[in-house]
C-alpha cells in the first residue's frame, strides 16, 4: 500500500486544498483502511465503521480549504476519525436500533481479556465517581441501579418521595456524564455509553 510520509504532507494537502481530486484519491487509498481498523476497535461493527470513515473523508473534501493550515495527515485524520466515532456513539446510546447492533457486536467480544479488563475499569470509575456524590444520592444510586430496585420501592425503603428518588437520579447521571469524558479513554467512554448511561 502507498504510504504517505510526513515530510510529504503539507504539499499533499495544499493540493487536495486547491481542488486537486487525485490527490484526494491518494489520501483516501492511503488511509481508508488503517481508519476503518481504527474505528471497528471502538464500535465492533464493520459496516459502521465504514460509514463513519466515509463520512470523515466527505467532511474532509467538503472543506477542503481548511486543509490549508493542517502540517501533519496521519494525527489529522485519526483525530477526525476519533471525534465521529464519539458522535456516532452519542447518538448510538439515544437509539435502539444502533445501540442495539453495537451491542450485539460487543457482546461476541465479552469473553475476551480486552472485555474483562474493560469491566474492571468500569467498575472502579463508578465506585470512585460515587465516593463523589452526596451520601443519599449514592445510596439512592445504588438501590436504583445495583439493585435495580423502582423509584417507587427506592421512595419506600428510604421514605423519600418519588419525585425526590427522580431526583438524585437526574443529579447523579448528571455527575457522571460530566466526568465521563474528561476522566475516560475512548473504550471505557463508550462502554459506559452503552451500559449505564443512556
Known sequence: MLLVYSHTDHELLQKIAA???C??????????ELLVNFVKKY??????AQDIVQEVFTQIWEKRESLVSVQLI???LFAAARNRTFNFLKKASREEELKAEIMHHYVEAKNSSDQNLLHSEYIQFIERILSLLPQQTRQVFR?????????EET???LRISRNAV???????????????LNNTGLQLFIYMLLHFIS
Open 43 to 48: 464500535v465492533k461493527a464493520p459496516e459502521a
Open 143 to 151: 438501590m436504583c441501579r445495583e439493585y435495580d430496585q423502582s423509584y
Open 23 to 32: 490527490s484526494f484519491e491518494t489520501l483516501y487509498n492511503c488511509y481508508y
Open 155 to 157: 421512595a419506600a425503603r
Open 166 to 180: 427522580k431526583k438524585h437520579m437526574v443529579r447523579a447521571h448528571k455527575f457522571f456524564r460530566e466526568k465521563l
Open 19 to 21: 481542488g486537486d481530486q
Open 74 to 76: 496521519r494525527p489529522y
